[in-house]
């Protein structure tokens, strides 16, 4: 038992149920109340069957349709405003690594940013672009690019002494020492900046579309709240932000296997220790044929 419950497969299967389990519980709780609980709390077979439906809620489209439409426009500000964020962070990470001057001028006012909520930076950065798209962007990049920043800059911190004296001894330029140690061992601290940041960017995205209107995921969120179309886009909306806001950890995970060198070589190691002897085919057990070896005799020397 205590085998299985270290498996990360049962233990994904087991969080689902609890939630599903709570969800049901609280959902029959609020049922009973008789407050409406389609507004409230559905069931999880509710809002599965609203996102089967099609039964049609807003300009000739279902439900599941409205979402997906909305979604595309959310996801593509998100992304670009991701990309730029992490760009940025990046960059200034690595001018903070090769410069203590412009670490002591930036690092200590960065968290300074983060702290300015976005519903009141958002018609602060509307009125200097004047242009909500462009807003848009630019408030997912100021969320996205502080944890890209710090944990890079941590990565970079996190060298040890004796590579940059091995280095050192073999005369490597600066360019050589950030491209063969440095970078490669911030590659895993990036990439969890990147895991935090993602579901930020996804998140500032659709609040600011509850705020500035004009379509995307937050503007449905809002006018399903206020009844101007079935109350169920407002729960698929939420299922599928969740559900976008996982995997794009998930996917950023992925890529960090790809590139790290590291996680490549774990991989490589994981694979190698997978590998069994074939069975030899005449044989009920596996072949350990030794390898002819050259017998050296006195008359080979003579």
Partial sequence: ??????????????WIILVIAVW???????EQTQRMPDNIMPHLWQIAAAAVSTDKVSGGMTATQVVLTSASATLLRALG????????????????????????????????????????????ILAITKDINQSR???????????????????????????????YTYAASRRQIYTKVIIPTTIPYM??????????AITASILVDTLQGDGGLGCMLSQALRHA???????????????????????????????????RALLFAKHSSKKKLKPDK?????????????????????
């Fill in 191 to 200: 990439f969890t900046g990147l895991k935090i940041a993602a579901p930020m």
């Fill in 81 to 124: 405003g991701f990309l730029i964020g992490a760009a940025v962070g990046f960059v200034l990470a690595l001018l903070m690594q090769m410069s203590g001057i412009v670490e002591k001028m930036i690092f200590p006012y960065l968290m300074l940013i983060q702290l300015i909520p976005v519903i009141g930076m958002a018609p602060i």
């Fill in 229 to 263: 179309m079935n109350i169920y886009v407002f729960w698929l909306i939420v299922f599928f932000s969740a559900f976008i806001g996982v995997f794009s950890t998930y996917l950023i995970g992925w890529i960090e296997k790809l590139v790290s060198p590291s996680e």
């Fill in 137 to 167: 962007l630019i408030i997912a990049a100021i969320l996205s690019f502080y944890p890209v920043a710090t944990n890079t800059l941590a990565g970079f911190k996190s060298v040890e002494k004796e590579k940059y004296d091995l280095m």
């Fill in 282 to 302: 005449n044989r009920s057990h596996f072949s350990m044929r030794p390898r002819k070896l050259a017998v050296y005799h006195e008359t080979d020397a003579m």
């Fill in 24 to 30: 049901e519980i609280f959902a029959s709780i609020v």
């Fill in 1 to 14: 038992m205590k085998k299985l419950a270290q498996k990360k497969s049962f233990q994904t299967i087991f």
